[in-house]
């Protein structure tokens, strides 16, 4: 029969200690587990038979067995601006390529060029319909003749014209008189604009007045509007 070891002041007072901080653990939730109350166990033997003396490396073995261990690997940062997402999106979907032959850029060009054009043919196609869906829809009235003018005012110019040589096309002489917004000086200027004469009416020194219009040619942006007074 092995004889049991005397019963210290010491030896209650380690185990009076021993089942409070096994209470205390127990109402925080049971965060120890089975192994770590043998442990316990076998620190509480051990400290009765040594008469409750425990050394300084028995305890910080008995309070390292207490914490919480770290875990093994942080967890990677997420990202949290849309910036970041579309980068890590971009890396993910980055494979590596070894070195290329020039045949094998010149193909990878090649395919890239064709990709390019057949969205450019798409985009084209459907820009198309819409525009067909959209003649279709207007008036018949409307549809038959070409606008004169888009949208907003047409600008109206008087002038004199300076040459009537070309056939329903007239040369117009416009004198702009305006002063400089620094120095405050008389400035005169004058542009020359090719107008449309459908009925040859005006000739060289007339003053007209002329209107925007629809591109007729080349250089024709006005057409003739009335002739406000004759060349003497």
């Given at each position: 029969m092995a004889e049991t070891p005397e019963e210290t002041p010491e030896t209650v007072a380690d185990e009076v200690a021993s089942?409070?901080?096994?209470?205390?653990?127990?109402?925080?939730g049971g965060e120890r587990s089975e192994t770590d109350g043998?442990?316990?166990?076998?620190?509480?033997?051990?400290?009765?038979?040594?008469?409750?003396?425990?050394t300084g490396t028995e305890a910080a073995d008995v309070q390292a067995a207490e914490?919480?261990?770290a875990p093994a690997t942080a967890p990677a940062a997420t990202a949290t601006t849309r910036r970041e997402r579309l980068e890590q999106r971009r890396v993910a979907r980055r494979t590596p390529r070894g070195p290329m032959t020039p045949e094998e850029r010149q193909a990878e060009r090649d395919q890239r060029r064709a990709r390019t054009a057949a969205e450019?043919?798409?985009?084209?196609?459907?820009?198309?319909?819409?525009?067909?869906?959209?003649?279709?829809?207007?008036?018949?009235?409307?549809?038959?003749?070409?606008p004169e003018h888009g949208?907003?005012?047409?600008?109206?110019?008087?002038?004199?014209?300076?040459?009537?040589?070309?056939?329903?096309?007239?040369?117009?002489?416009?004198?702009?008189?305006?002063r400089h917004k620094r120095y405050h000086k008389i400035m005169r200027t004058s542009i020359k604009l090719h107008a449309h004469d459908?009925?040859?009416?005006?000739?060289?020194?007339?003053?007209?007045?002329?209107?925007?219009?629809r591109p007729m040619s080349r250089s024709k942006r006005w057409r003739l509007v009335e002739v406000v007074e004759r060349a003497r």
């Open positions: 089942a409070a901080a096994n209470a205390g653990e127990a109402g925080r043998r442990d316990d166990e076998r620190s509480e033997a051990v400290a009765s038979e040594s008469g409750g003396d425990t914490t919480p261990a450019r043919r798409r985009y084209r196609a459907r820009s198309k319909a819409k525009r067909a869906e959209a003649q279709a829809a207007r008036p018949a009235t409307e549809a038959a003749h070409a949208p907003g005012r047409a600008k109206v110019r008087q002038g004199i014209v300076v040459s009537d040589k070309a056939d329903k096309t007239i040369t117009v002489r416009i004198d702009v008189v305006r459908e009925a040859n009416d005006a000739g060289a020194g007339d003053t007209v007045r002329i209107q925007e219009c």
